[in-house]
């Protein structure tokens, strides 16, 4: 499952990377607005850290389909290797959506809460779908399982289409998407460390430390092979 970081704070960037196998960053107009005030030069951070191994998702701003086709030409040129846009699924981006497959570009289905939606911008050619899940949670359904039910909807049709779920709140919310399958996820910096943070962690490494310096002090394990 890949594994994308859901910022444009290149502070947050910076610090996940050093330490977490990520695989690419999706934005939307929240994310930018709030993130950078300035997004070219963000942007290019971003593709300098993925050095066109990494995928990066930005969202149109156009209401229409054909701002959607202009704004996505650009950015596809502009970011290059990598890049998918993501249109939310109106029916203005529905059209969007089959007008940037016949351009070559690659296309993220956003703004998605039922499975009928993901099933149409699959047929419109998206590469991914990208459903809401704790917006999904939030309004008394169940997130993971609507993306489960996409999944079996693309897995019945033949679509080649990916899940990338979106919107977590929690770590279980991660879990149940990728335990029905998800191709990839992303999160924020909050969730990233989460994934990885269990307060038994913390104590058992602290206890084996505490066990070797009670027997050997100062000295490291290597210290010990001289």
């Given at each position: 499952m890949k594994i994308?970081?859901?910022?444009a704070n290149l502070a947050e960037i910076?610090?996940?990377i050093q330490y977490y196998p990520i695989d690419g960053f999706t934005t939307n107009p929240t994310i930018l607005s709030r993130d950078s005030s300035d997004v070219p030069a963000t942007l290019r951070r971003l593709m300098e850290i993925s050095g066109g191994k990494m995928e990066i998702h930005v969202q149109v701003t156009a209401a229409e389909s054909e701002g959607m086709l202009a704004q996505a030409k650009a950015l596809d040129k502009f970011v290059g290797k990598g890049f998918h846009i993501k249109i939310?699924?109106?029916p203005e981006g529905i059209?969007?959506?089959t007008l940037c497959k016949k351009a070559g570009i690659r296309v993220t289905a956003t703004s998605i809460f039922t499975p009928m939606q993901a099933l149409l911008a699959a047929k419109a050619g998206a590469d991914y779908v990208a459903p809401y899940v704790n917006s999904i949670d939030n309004m008394q359904c169940d997130g993971?399982?609507?993306?489960?039910e996409i999944l079996t909807l693309f897995e019945n049709f033949g679509y080649p289409t990916k899940m990338l779920a979106a919107g977590f709140d929690s770590v279980s919310q991660v879990l149940g998407v990728a335990l029905a399958g998800a191709h990839t996820v992303t999160v924020t910096a909050s969730i990233m460390h989460k994934l990885l943070f269990h307060?038994?962690?913390?104590?058992a490494v602290g206890n084996f430390a505490a066990d070797w310096k009670a027997k050997f002090g100062a000295q490291s394990v290597s210290d010990l092979l001289k």
């Open positions: 994308l970081l859901d910022t910076e610090e996940i939310p699924v109106t059209r969007a959506m993971p399982g609507v993306v489960s307060p038994h962690t913390d104590l």
